[in-house]
């Protein structure tokens, strides 16, 4: 039965509270920055991509469409010719050798000596770097505290010393170079492995009765590799510079054989009247070197390497 309600009571009705929608969250980041982010990763990618090719394709492919001068033997009738004269796009030096094939060779010099470095010095020392961290012990502690002795050493002082050993030629400064790269790429290699080691995808490989070599060969490696390769395309940069300080010192290439760095210590003995002898391939080297290094920066923030 209801209770009655008493004469002059009043009633309050509960406000009803309303469900309206929440109000859309502002946007972090607008579609014009995305955009304009998008358009800064690729340009930092094609740019020094294209500057690479339009090198690779002037120093290697255009030499065999188009007859070049000698880059060692010139015509002392036409020493010292401008830039733009007919048949030598950037003149000639004293001795009347033509300063574009000159550079494209030397060019070519460096580049074959930087890459053949770099793939010696990345096949030996991932292999270092990965057999010590995958066995660790003993094995760990011994192949580290070699890599450690090596890049103790200065690497100009160690390239000059091995080089200076074998004698001045092509081959032994990319022996030489290799020496030094070894050490580098072994702890690179080494610290990526350590890392991996401990996943657990790892894991489950160790305890599904994987054998050794396949789980290098199908886990390690694949996920090293990116890493490793950004990493090379920046260490080629240093490579080429000093080879060139070692051709510039003369113990690097050995003469008549073009090279950058000897055409800069060449040029420098007649820096005041003609200091484009020594421009030239000073901003030749160092485009090349920028080049490599944004293209390595640009892989290495493509792949999210660290």
């Not at 000596?113 to 010696?120: H, K, N, S």
């Not at 103790?152 to 030094?180: C, D, E, M, Q, R």
């Not at 590799?225 to 920046?234: D, N, V």
């Not at 820096?271 to 030239?280: D, G, H, K, Q, R």
Request: net charge neutral.
């Amino acid at each position: 039965m209801a209770l009655p309600i008493p004469e002059g009571s009043a009633t309050t009705a509960l406000p009803t509270l309303a469900t309206a929608a929440p109000p859309p969250l502002p946007s972090l980041v607008s579609s014009r920055q995305l955009r304009m982010q998008r358009i800064g990763r690729a340009l930092r990618l094609w740019v020094p991509v294209s500057i690479l090719l339009v090198i690779l394709f002037t120093t290697f492919i255009w030499p065999l469409i188009h007859t070049l001068p000698s880059p060692t033997n010139g015509n002392i009738l036409d020493a010292q010719l401008p830039p733009f004269s007919p048949g030598h796009l950037l003149g000639t030096d004293p001795v009347g050798v033509d300063l574009f094939s000159y550079y494209i060779y030397g060019t070519q010099t460096s580049l074959e000596i930087a890459v053949g470095t770099t793939i010696i010095g990345m096949a030996i020392g991932c292999a270092i770097g990965v057999t010590a961290a995958f066995a660790g012990g003993w094995v760990d502690a011994v192949l580290s505290r070699v890599l450690d002795i090596l890049i103790a050493f200065p690497a100009l002082i160690l390239v000059l010393v091995v080089s200076y050993a074998l004698g001045p030629s092509k081959l032994h400064l990319t022996y030489a170079l290799a020496f030094f790269s070894i050490p580098v790429f072994g702890r690179v290699s080494r610290g990526a492995t350590l890392v991996l080691r401990s996943s657990p995808f790892m894991t489950a490989a160790g305890l599904s009765g994987t054998r050794n070599w396949r789980i290098i060969v199908r886990h390690i490696m694949p996920n090293i590799m990116p890493g490793i390769i950004s990493f090379s395309l920046l260490g080629l940069g240093l490579v080429i510079i000093i080879e060139g300080a070692i051709d510039f010192l003369g113990q690097g290439i050995e003469p008549p054989q073009p090279s950058l760095g000897q055409a800069i210590a060449q040029g420098q003995t007649t820096m005041t009247a003609t200091p484009e002898y020594v421009l030239m391939p000073s901003i030749g080297l160092l485009v090349l070197v920028i080049a490599l290094n944004m293209f390595g920066d640009a892989l290495r923030e493509r792949w999210g390497v660290q």
